[in-house]
């Protein structure tokens, strides 16, 4: 199945496009609720929708695969409870792949790919719903960074 391959770009510059995904703060005001970041391979890369109940709605033990500070980061990736029989397997069989690249001084350019689909009504459901994810979330992203 394709990966979800997502491009924007924004009036604002690299290095804030760079922390609204790698900064805990920033993260929590467009994509999730609490986040735990350690930015260094193989740190932390956890995301809370439901920070009481860690466990279902997280990236819950996500790590950083690899990160150019302001260039690229790619990390593991956890589904929603509904489709944790397909997304939450070990190893995780979904990733993240986010590249992001300078247009000037203050204009910047997102590169999100989401990779790993397997086949199957399961997988196709699952891929739907994380689409409709990334284009929902993006929405509150531009605001914060534009404003």
């Known amino acids: 199945m394709p990966s979800i391959v997502i491009d924007l770009e924004f009036a604002a510059p690299v290095e804030d496009l760079w922390a609204a995904f790698t900064d805990q703060d920033r993260i929590a005001k467009w994509l999730c609720s609490k986040a735990n970041i350690v930015l260094e391979e193989g740190g932390a890369y956890e995301l809370f929708w439901d920070p009481e109940h860690p ?27 509904e489709f944790a029989d397909v997304m939450n397997a070990t190893p995780l069989p979904t990733t993240l792949f986010v590249r992001f690249q300078p247009l000037g001084p203050s204009r910047s350019r997102l590169h999100l790919e989401h990779l790993g689909w397997g086949e199957g009504d399961r997988w196709t459901a699952a891929r739907a719903w994380q689409q409709q994810s990334w284009d929902s979330a993006l929405v509150k992203l531009r605001p914060l960074l534009e404003s």
Not at 55 to 81: A, F, K, M
Request: glycine share 12%.
């Open 55 to 81: 466990e279902g709605n997280s990236t819950l033990g996500c790590r950083i695969q690899s990160l150019e500070e302001e260039y690229s980061l790619r990390t593991d990736w956890r589904g929603p409870p």
